[in-house]
């Protein structure tokens, strides 16, 4: 411990030496590997060195321990008569939601680590989802949900990970879990700097990031500091609608990412995944393979303290075997997103978001159509105002505008081809934290 | 797959014809799917059942609720309600029953849209999935 405690410390002197470096909160060193790294957020994906680390951070005997989490309470607005999942409200109070905890203690000559993500949204999500405009994904009522995003499960993440020394600066790493992030896609929404505070999840959340609960998955990998190559197995089925247990299920699902930091303020990632029966509309359908590729850039840029801006690019394409009105055929179908966030001295966010998808039109209810892809795009944007109460927790109030555009043949569906959408939220995340 | 699917259908009908026939000639009995009724008039495709039909959507429901057509044919749903319908196959939520009906989707008052083709022998029901308790029909897909 002393040694790691010294290794900080020179990792801050030079730090200090640097002062064009952007600012990265080092936390203990051991053996070349910080326990808790500022790169580490979601499963085993990689974000920028330079991401300013939110939550609570204590040393307890051999363990590093952190809490982080987020929770809005949030009143939905989409004017217009679009029959959904769920219901037709057009207006909808939520709570989207998640804690995660993670502990990490030197074991021989790496660490490991034991990490768990909850979140209370079965509960606090109702009727099937919360309201957002061509959102598609997962199943509620025994229908596909369609304008709706669906509430993640209790259980988000229930896993271990050990990283530990290899050749020179190369090491390798392993992550298991019965609810987990298999290496596919960027770091999941909630946890992306460019998206964290955004209360609306994206559209192309389920082209990007949606295997990020997985029920049964394992990882390997090797890394140095700057590059990293993975594999996964794991169940590659989304979760089903009992959203209070563990979906377990057969590791019959594969896939690999190639993450790269070609500076601390940017990450890079490509990742490919071959997953069966990844949609739960294809009970009964044997050997519904898909498989989905995904790149994406997130970039990140501190100011000084509580000053940021991140923003993330990211690209998904999905091809695979798609059933409508029970006759199966081949689909490919994909999104692309640009997000961006801009803190300024820990109080004051905008953002903003601008999406584009081929989304398939039965996934929207849209039977008429067949097979066909229908090209939609989102354009979102908000404002949140933080204050600080002490004990490292910061509330705020903020609000999102948006307009989903339709094509013709969805602008019937949605009273015209701009619906837009609103919202008003409070959110209680913890404070940025300075190591 | 889909192409599969018509011609396993088109198989299917084309059995289900010839058992017919066949059945009606030895005096046998006929299989239940291909239970025919002798129609008031032929039809002018001729074939004894229509090769096509319409529905009208009013505020009172379909118009007729029922119709019969032929294998090979479609139904052409109108809306004529001030408000839009969407018209999928039963059962509701899944639209399985009867692929060809979710070919009429959404209609917006005043708009036409015909079904795909019906290729197999089946009773086929139908609902709004806006309103699935409001408008609700059946299309009787037979053969001759």
Known sequence: MLSASASARVSAQQTQAQPEAPEVHEHVDVAGTLLTPTTDFSGTAWLPKATPMLGLHRSWREWDLRLDGTVFVQFLYEPGDRHRTGGAANHQLVSPNWVMAMARRRVGAGRFGLRTMLSAEPWTVSDCGALNYLAVGEVCDNDTIHDREQPHDLVMELAADYDGPLKGEWRWQAYAGLAGEPAFGPTAYPHRPSASINPIAPISHHWLDATHIAFGVVTAGVHNQRVKAEASLFNGRSPDEQRTNLDLGAFDSASARLSVLPTDRLSLQLSVAHMRNPRAMFEGLPNAMVTSISASGTYVRTFGPGTSWSSTAALGFSTGREIVSGIPFDSTNGATLIETSMTIADRHTVFGRAELAAIPAHHLHAFEFGGENLTAGKLEGGYVRQFSIGKGLSPGVGGTAGISLLPPELAPRYSGSVAPSFSIFFILRPTRHAM | ?144
């Open chain 2, 1 to 144: 797959m889909l192409d599969m699917k018509a011609v396993t259908g088109r198989v299917r009908a084309a059995v289900l014809g010839c058992v017919a026939v066949t059945c009606a000639a030895c005096g046998g009995s006929i299989p239940q799917a291909a239970v025919v009724q002798s129609p008031t008039a032929p039809s002018s495709s001729g074939y004894r059942w229509p090769l096509s039909a319409t529905v009208t959507l009013t505020a009172e429901g379909p118009q007729p609720a029922t119709v019969i057509i032929n294998v090979g044919g479609r139904v052409t749903f109108v809306n004529s309600d001030t408000r839009p319908h969407e018209i999928v196959s039963d059962p509701y939520l899944r639209h399985e029953d009867c692929p060809p009906i979710n070919r009429v989707g959404f209609l917006t008052p005043g708009q036409e849209r015909p079904s795909a083709v019906f290729e197999v022998v089946k009773g086929c029901g139908f609902h709004d999935h806006l309103d699935q308790t409001g408008v609700f029909g059946r299309i009787d897909v037979r053969i001759e």
